[in-house]
């Protein structure tokens, strides 16, 4: 008798590469979207996704923290090549299908250093009580970090996946949405320099940025400009390193309104409407 013969196995061709990066960032993330052909691996595409509840369990297990990756995720933030932290974004979604990371390190370490960063300002502003103290490192962490980063992923999320999303190359390719723990992961990327500046920098430079002098309005207001126009240009590498967005430069619309309104505070300080960024943080946060 013949042997029985086996079935021939579809060739899958390989991705194209007319996906590749846009314009120069840098981002390793040019090769296109992850091939995925049959239902099967679209169910494990949506078996696979990162829940919430799943990374906070994780937040309370210390073993499971790669901190020193985290750290230096950081420093790589502060050098001349933030968008190479993407590049691991992109590793996820080639080894467990999913963009956002899955070790909660990165939060952890953030939040222990807003914690002890707003300890010091409390110290500097002569906070007597504990619980005042207390109190000013709940807001910190959960205003300034966690609601801000809520609002800027849940944003972000809308934006990117109603007005931004490519049109499908082909049927066989799983349509791809950003994922809101990624969106919020973009926010703790972009929140590194700010972080630096406003809570590190400004702290050593209050009694320069609290004075009412020209160049205290100026010193304060650049440091402010300056972290927050950094938010907005690494928050658009973080979207623009997903492959099937597009026209991601909307995300640094808000640096134009940024010089605005500091070009504005040096015009207005002759005629009394400049506004020092400082003090009006210490008078919201500090005065009684």
């Known amino acids: 008798m013949a042997a029985p013969e086996h079935p021939k196995m579809p060739v899958q061709s390989r991705p194209s590469k007319s996906s590749a990066s846009r314009g120069g960032g840098g981002v390793g993330v040019g090769s296109s979207l992850p091939y995925i052909h049959s239902s099967a691996d679209s169910s494990s595409h949506l078996s696979s996704t990162l829940t919430p509840?799943?990374?906070?369990?994780?937040?309370?297990?210390?073993?499971?923290?790669?901190?020193?990756?985290?750290?230096?995720q950081m420093r790589t933030l502060l050098s001349f090549y933030p968008q190479r932290v993407y590049k691991m974004a992109y590793y996820r979604k080639q080894t467990k299908n999913h963009w956002a990371r899955d070790d909660p390190a990165f939060?952890?370490?953030?939040?222990i250093m807003l914690a002890a960063s707003s300890i010091f300002y409390g110290f500097a502003f002569r906070i007597a009580s504990f619980s005042a103290i207390v109190g000013f490192v709940a807001k910190s962490i959960l205003i300034h970090w966690l609601g801000f980063g809520v609002v800027m992923a849940s944003v972000g999320t809308v934006v990117a996946n109603r007005h931004l999303m490519t049109a499908e190359r082909s049927s066989s390719h799983v349509k791809q949405n950003v994922e809101w723990l990624y969106a919020f992961d973009v926010h703790?990327?972009?929140?590194?320099?700010?972080?630096?500046?406003?809570?590190?920098?400004?702290?050593?430079?209050?009694?320069?940025?609290?004075?009412?002098?020209?160049?205290?309005?100026?010193?304060?207001?650049?440091?402010?400009?300056?972290?927050?126009?950094?938010?907005f240009y690494i928050t658009h590498l973080g979207y623009r390193a997903l492959p099937?967005?597009?026209h991601t430069e909307v995300f640094l619309f808000p640096i134009v309104v940024i010089l605005g309104i500091y070009v504005f505070?040096?015009?207005?300080?002759?005629?009394?409407?400049?506004?020092?960024?400082?003090?009006?943080?210490?008078?919201?946060?500090?005065?009684n």
């Open 53 to 72: 509840q799943q990374y906070l369990q994780r937040m309370t297990d210390l073993q499971q923290m790669d901190l020193q990756s985290a750290i230096d």
């Open 188 to 231: 703790c990327n972009a929140f590194v320099p700010l972080f630096v500046l406003l809570y590190g920098v400004q702290f050593f430079l209050l009694p320069l940025v609290l004075g009412t002098s020209l160049l205290s309005l100026g010193v304060s207001n650049s440091l402010f400009a300056i972290a927050f126009g950094w938010y």
């Open 107 to 111: 939060c952890f370490l953030q939040v």
């Open 265 to 287: 505070n040096f015009m207005g300080y002759p005629f009394g409407v400049g506004w020092n960024a400082s003090r009006i943080i210490a008078y919201i946060y500090f005065e």
């Open 244 to 246: 099937f967005l597009s």
